[in-house]
């Protein structure tokens, strides 16, 4: 500090002069008024108190003899306002008793008159400088106890280690955590030590000593254990300062106590436990509840399985023989038309199974979807010629608006689209009388919208989420008397799988849109299958004798398919179970295996992975035969070592054509039956009495097959031709060409 900054720090400062002679008064306060920042006048010491207990001057200034109160007696009665005021006094007369009183009074400075300014300059200048280290210090004190209120506000203390001599020093709030008294600490890091829990001391000591040892950063929590049990927790860092060769001199640590949070923390951990516990439990039951639905489930599986094989396995043997005999050349006309309705109403019944073993198949989650290429212009073309018909049949407008192009083959589920397309616009067709039924479609990237809008009877809004239930019907829809309420759900589920979700804008007599957007991406060249040529008559001329072994429990089912091959010409040989033709792929060494799944004694699985194992036994073609609803199966067979398989009830074309793709063969097709189509259309009905083609235009109209097939019953005994092929268009439902037929006349 030097005399510029005391004398700028004077300047700061104010002053009481106290003087009686009015001249010398004067004087000294034009001197003082230089010095410092105000200068209050006082001619006796009454009024020199007066004037301290008004402004609180910093520094006084006073001669001794004055009237009323002389200097010194003002000066007692300063400091016992303030004993710490600087006090300089100026007087004629250097009397001991003066002298004294002034010691006693503490003066601190004595300047004799005549004044001489640069002694009382420096006088001024030591007051200053004591003033300005009293300010310091009172600064220091009160930031020392700011820093204390905040360590303890904060729960943080310190400690400073002299490694030198192992005397430690620490804070007030260390002590208050330790809750130890300073007399009773011993001052060494042992003692610290000591009120470490003893569970936590070594750790404490270990992260210590590799600290002083390698420098590592000490940043630790850990418990200590005071005297009265009670247990806290503390947060701890410690610095450790060094010489120029790295050796500990002193460390210095902090140590907060954390207690608090860590209490919550481990309230916390014990809530997120007893959660997790909790959830376990809860876990368990759900995991519990979830295996008995998947067992409930798979129980549901098995009836279904079973259900379907029980269904399906008479139904093959119905459809299959009522075929067969259907193409005797012997048989009546009569039996022929039976024959036709055993057909027609074994169709329509597995249809039925289909419908119900979807909807429970989906229902089971069992339902898949099979994505492969096919060609979509085929697929919409062969929709909408179907479509078609029907809408023409209740002189309803059809229309497919296409916008944009289409690609032509795409990736995904034909069977599941073709399925959707149809319930949607048969739908469509079903609720509306008069109007316009429409397929819009909107290719966008590797998608496509699909939107079927008709002007039929409409939806109510409340019906929007109900329509997609599983066999619910609106009043409308019960009126109808036909549907089963299963077509939008299967439908729904269906457009899941595919991707997309349908919606439904209606109102009621308004007509009713259904929208889905699916992905089906285009495709360059795919692989499809050649459209099958017609029926199959027999082996194509030239051909060796395939043998081929028919492996199937159901006796009905075992001749039916031990027929319908050997009419072609096929070696044939029968067995009943897996055992005889792993037997028999032996001793008659077949070409062929068809080979029913599920058969007592050994399962067509096993059978087929035994005669896989046998020496030829991966060459031969074994394909499967299944009444199993399930699509999955399918991966089962295949990996069981089956190259391909059918489901029950068989379809003899596809019988025929998994043949003719596993075998090196050729067969002799029957023409293509629209040759009947044609004499439908171009059929002279004008023999007919008149209120029979009325009847009958009515009826086809209708699409009412009962009533048309009554009628043709009446026809035939006079009309035999025309009542044969009209019985044929009925069947394939070319209502169609009979109202064309009829409109010729
Ligand atoms: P259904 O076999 O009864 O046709 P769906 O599941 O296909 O069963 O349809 C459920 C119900 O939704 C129908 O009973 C019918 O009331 C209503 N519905 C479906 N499509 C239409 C439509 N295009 N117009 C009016 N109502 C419809």
């Given at each position: 500090m030097n005399d510029i900054d005391d004398l700028d720090f004077l300047n700061t400062l104010t002053i009481l002069y106290a003087e009686d002679d009015d001249h010398i008064r004067g004087q000294l306060a034009q001197f003082l008024k230089r010095r410092c920042a105000n200068v209050y006048l006082a001619t006796n010491g009454k009024e020199g108190i007066e004037l301290f207990e008004k402004h609180r001057p910093d520094i006084v200034v006073?001669?001794?003899?004055?009237?009323?109160?002389?200097?010194?007696?003002?000066?007692e009665a300063i400091r016992a306002i303030n004993p710490k005021v600087p006090i300089i006094i100026t007087t004629a007369f250097e009397e001991p008793r003066y002298f004294h009183r002034a010691i006693d009074l503490g003066v601190d400075k004595y300047v004799t008159k005549p004044v001489d300014l640069t002694i009382l300059e420096s006088a001024l200048l030591k007051c200053a400088r004591a003033i300005r280290s009293e300010m310091a210090l009172r600064d220091l004190h009160e930031r020392t106890s700011e820093l204390q209120e905040a360590q303890h506000i904060a729960k943080l203390g310190h400690w400073r280690l002299d490694l030198a001599n192992g005397k430690l020093s620490w804070s007030d709030e260390f002590l208050r955590i330790f809750d130890v008294e300073a007399a009773r600490f011993g001052s060494s890091y042992a003692a610290f030590l000591s009120i470490v829990h003893p569970e936590d001391r070594d750790f404490v000591d270990r992260a210590y000593q590799a600290h002083l040892a390698e420098n590592t950063e000490?940043?630790?929590?850990?418990r200590i254990l005071l005297e009265d049990g009670t247990i806290k927790?503390?947060?701890?860092?410690r610095k450790t300062e060094r010489d120029l060769e790295g050796k500990p001199i002193t460390t210095l640590g902090t140590?907060?106590?954390?207690?608090?949070?860590?209490?919550?923390?481990?309230?916390?951990?014990?809530?997120?436990?007893?959660?997790?516990?909790?959830?376990?439990?809860?876990t368990g039951e759900l995991e519990k509840s979830k295996n008995e639905a998947e067992s409930a489930n798979r129980a549901k599986s098995i009836f279904l399985a079973n259900m379907s094989h029980e269904l399906r396995t008479p139904l093959n043997a119905i459809l299959g023989f009522a075929q067969l005999i259907e193409r005797d050349p012997q048989l009546s006309e009569g039996h022929r038309q039976e024959l036709q309705t055993i057909n027609r109403a074994g169709r329509h019944l597995l249809a039925l199974i289909n419908d119900v073993l979807e909807i429970s198949r989906i229902e089971a989650g069992h339902t898949l979807t099979q994505n492969e290429a096919f060609d979509l212009c085929e697929l919409l073309e062969s929709i909408e010629e179907m479509i078609r018909m029907r809408a023409e049949a209740k002189s309803l407008t059809f229309n497919v608006e296409r916008l944009g192009e289409l690609p032509h083959f795409v990736e995904g589920d034909a069977h599941h689209l073709r399925q959707v397309l149809i319930n949607l616009l048969g739908n469509s067709i079903k609720?509306?009388?008069?109007?316009?039924?429409?397929?819009?479609?909107?290719?966008?990237?590797?998608?496509?919208r699909f939107q079927i809008t008709d002007t039929g009877i409409g939806i109510a809004s409340e019906d929007f989420q109900n329509i997609f239930k599983a066999f619910f019907q609106t009043e409308n829809g019960i009126a109808k008397g036909d549907g089963t309420g299963l077509g939008l759900a299967i439908s729904k589920e269906f457009v899941r799988l595919m991707g997309g979700e349908i919606t439904v804008?209606?109102?009621?007599?308004?007509?009713?849109?259904?929208?889905?957007?699916?992905?089906?991406?285009?495709?360059?060249?795919?692989v499809i299958a050649p459209k099958s040529q017609g029926r199959v008559i027999s082996l194509a001329e030239g051909q060796p004798t395939y043998r081929v072994l028919v492996v199937e429990d159901n006796a009905d089912n075992r001749l039916l398919l031990t027929r319908i091959l050997e009419n072609v010409g096929f070696e044939v040989k029968a067995v009943d179970d897996g055992k005889q033709a792993v037997e028999a792929f032996q001793t008659w060494l077949p070409d062929f295996i068809w080979m029913d799944m599920r058969m007592p004694v050994m399962d067509g699985y096993e059978a087929t992975k035994e005669i896989r194992k046998m020496p030829n036994g991966?060459?031969?073609?074994?394909?499967?035969?299944?009444?199993?609803?399930?699509?999955?199966d399918r991966s089962s067979i295949l990996a069981a070592g089956c190259d391909d398989m059918l489901t029950k009830p068989l379809a003899e074309d596809d019988l025929f054509e998994v043949m003719r793709r596993l075998l090196p063969l050729e067969f002799r097709y029957e023409l293509p039956l629209q040759s009947d189509d044609v004499r439908v259309v171009t059929l002279d009905l004008s023999c007919l009495p008149f209120e029979w083609r009325e009847e009958l235009s009515h009826a086809a109209e209708l699409l009412d097959i009962e009533a048309v097939q009554a009628l043709i019953q009446e026809i035939a005994v006079d009309f035999p031709d025309q009542a044969r092929v009209l019985e044929k268009a009925v069947g394939e439902f070319h209502?169609?060409?009979?109202?064309?037929?009829?409109?010729?006349?």
């Open positions: 006073t001669d001794v003899l004055m009237p009323i109160t002389d200097g010194l007696k003002m000066g000490y940043d630790i929590e850990h927790y503390v947060h701890e860092r140590v907060q106590d954390i207690t608090d949070r860590k209490l919550v923390e481990l309230e916390l951990e014990q809530h997120r436990q007893h959660l997790e516990e909790l959830v376990a439990v809860r609720y509306t009388d008069n109007g316009t039924v429409e397929l819009k479609l909107a290719a966008n990237d590797d998608s496509i804008e209606s109102a009621i007599g308004q007509g009713s849109t259904f929208t889905f957007t699916i992905p089906l991406p285009e495709v360059d060249s795919p991966q060459y031969i073609k074994i394909a499967a035969l299944t009444a199993s609803a399930f699509v999955e209502f169609d060409h009979i109202l064309n037929a009829l409109n010729n006349v």
